[in-house]
């Protein structure tokens, strides 16, 4: 349950606000993810990072703004979201970006207002 | 790209009765398919998963079996408990230098005793 963890767990931001999101693998992994979910929709993929280097961006808007400082640490920087962006931030770490076993933390439950 | 459709949206069921979940992908080239469970407030957590070399992969209460010919997938609970009540999500993707996991909508299942 510690291997991915997420800070913080709720967060509350106005539209003109700017907040970041923090994840953090203790696993080793060199692959990390972003994904939203939202009520009645698939978990959606944001980004992947592969040591260190952004390999996918799924057309998420630019308001959304992802950092891997390094293969432990990412972040999620937000900045004038909207209210339909409220939703639960997850991120997930895999062993390296061909490995098929992803590991979540979390989350981040999001609510914009 | 690969569509991941996953049936029924709900599911309630007895203890000790049986629970199937469906998933059909579109996308003939993927290979893994796993499945998360994501009991309330927490965040998903992988149960099983089967490669396409594999027709069926059991653990305890558990199984899943795969159609690669007909593109469906599914999971098995047998025997089930109030403790298995949650979301189960289907997953594929294929080993393309990253992995790009794309998710059914989920199901809700609820064990009543």
């Known amino acids: 349950e510690t291997g991915v963890t997420q800070t913080p767990r709720h967060l509350v931001m106005g539209m003109t606000n700017k907040k970041s999101l923090k994840c953090e693998q203790h696993?080793?992994?060199?692959?990390m993810y972003w994904y939203k979910q939202s009520a009645k929709k698939p978990l959606e993929l944001m980004f992947v990072?592969?040591?260190?280097?952004?390999?996918e961006n799924n057309s998420v808007p630019s308001r959304f703004s992802p950092e891997c400082p390094n293969s432990s640490h990412l972040f999620l920087h937000l900045h004038t979201l909207q209210p339909e962006d409220s939703a639960l931030y997850l991120c997930?770490?895999?062993?390296?970006?061909?490995?098929?076993?992803?590991?979540f933390g979390p989350g981040t439950r999001l609510t914009v207002l | 790209g690969e569509n991941v459709e996953q049936h029924p949206s709900t599911l309630s069921v007895q203890e000790g009765d049986s629970a199937v979940i469906k998933c059909t992908y579109s996308d003939s080239a993927s290979n893994y398919f796993p499945w998360y469970k994501q009991e309330l407030g927490k965040r998903p957590q992988l149960i099983i998963d089967?490669?396409?070399?594999?027709g069926e992969k059991k653990d305890q209460r558990i199984a899943v079996t795969l159609n690669k010919t007909a593109k469906h997938f599914s999971l098995h609970i047998t025997e089930t408990q109030p403790e298995d009540s949650a979301v189960y999500f289907c997953?594929?993707?294929?080993?393309?230098?990253?992995?790009?996991?794309?998710f059914g909508t989920g199901t809700r299942l609820l064990v009543s005793p």
């Open positions: 089967i490669r396409s070399n594999v």
């Open positions: 997953a594929a993707s294929k080993h393309t230098g990253f992995q790009k996991l794309v």
């Open positions: 997930a770490s895999s062993q390296d970006r061909g490995s098929n076993t992803q590991y």
């Open positions: 990072y592969s040591l260190e280097e952004r390999v």
């Open positions: 696993l080793g992994h060199n692959a």
